[in-house]
Nanobody, 126 residues
Framework: QVQLVESGGGSVQAGGSLRLSCAAS????????MGWFRQAPGKDREGVAA????????YYADSVKNRFVISRDNAENMVYLLMNSLKPDDTAMYYC????????????????????WGQGTQVTVS
């Protein structure tokens, strides 16, 4: 059974940093684009960042551009999200997701494109 397990969330003061990790198993990781999404209470789930399969092109929501960095390690089946200069508006549950094949600039943020989802890790910025 496919597994995506997030870790690294927590509580941090505004201006601080966190690094989220997502461990993937039981699917061909290198053939999947990986995304990070977040959902705050009462809001829709939104795309934060994604890294494409094969090309490793990266995409970011405007709200996190120049603050967050997504990366992947295909040898270890891991994807990371380094979050710097955190703001209270970044408070949300963060989810790791996998989409078969490549993702592109105008598609990466569609939740329907993603085949597998993790359970989420909470990030709270005060």
């Amino acid at each position: 059974q496919v597994q995506l397990v997030e870790s690294g969330g927590g509580s941090v003061q505004a201006g601080g940093s966190l690094r989220l990790s997502c461990a993937a198993s039981r699917f061909t990781f290198s053939a999947y684009s990986m995304g990070w999404f977040r959902q705050a209470p009462g809001k829709d789930r939104e795309g934060v960042a994604a890294i494409s399969a094969f090309s490793s092109d990266t995409y970011y929501a405007d709200s996190v551009k120049n603050r967050f960095v997504i990366s992947r390690d295909n040898a270890e089946n891991m994807v990371y999200l380094l979050m710097n200069s955190l703001k209270p508006d970044d408070t949300a549950m963060y989810y790791c997701a996998a989409a078969r094949g490549r993702q592109y600039r105008n598609t990466w943020y569609f939740t329907g494109d993603y085949n597998y989802w993790g359970q989420g890790t909470q990030v709270t910025v005060s």
